[in-house]
């Protein structure tokens, strides 16, 4: 669906009326959605979990090892609908300074690509050069470049699943 974007409607969807509270919380559910998603390859992977455990144990202060699985798995999908939010500020100020170009499904396209874009990135960096090496130590030393290369992996889902589903949720809406 292709759009002329109203004056009073930056940034999505052309004459839908979607408040911005409203949008930020269709991409908190969007990011709930995308960790979701990325717990499948997650689940295929080695080291597939490690990044939730490792995570987990930075916010308990304990050892990766001492993390159960659920609190693991709470942890990441709690995280995905931060990011998810964190995506629809990112929209909401990529949108205030970039053109807007066509509007696809219910988000204009370049404020949206560039915030999917930036958002899976800070998701992937944050945890490959922030998280691992605080909280990871002995994972770190032992196996940064295989959980690093298996992140990268599963933060590309979720900025997928983050591309699809914003502009899906917010033409409905």
């Known amino acids: 669906m292709l759009v002329a974007v109203a004056p ?30 990325m717990d499948l390859p997650m689940m295929k992977q080695e080291d597939g979990f490690t990044p939730a455990y490792v995570a987990a144990a930075l916010l308990r202060r304990t050892s990766p090892g001492e993390v159960p699985f659920r609190e693991a798995v709470v942890v990441h999908h709690a995280t995905g609908a931060i990011a998810g939010g964190l995506y629809g500020l990112a929209f909401l100020l990529f949108a205030a300074v970039l053109p807007a170009g066509a509007v696809v499904g219910g988000v204009e396209a370049v404020p949206h690509v560039a915030a999917a874009a930036g958002i899976a990135a800070f998701v992937y960096g944050f945890f490959a050069h922030v998280v691992l090496p ?19 992996r599963s933060a590309v889902v979720f900025g997928v699943v983050i591309g699809v589903a914003v502009p899906a949720l917010t033409s409905v809406l």
Not at 134 to 152: C, D, K, N, S
């Open 134 to 152: 605080r909280a990871g130590r002995r994972i770190y030393e032992e196996r940064a470049t295989a959980v690093r290369g298996q992140w990268l």
């Open 8 to 37: 009073g409607q930056v940034g999505f969807g052309g004459g839908t009326g979607v408040g911005v509270g409203r949008f930020v919380l269709v991409c908190v559910a969007c990011g709930l959605l995308g960790a979701a998603v």
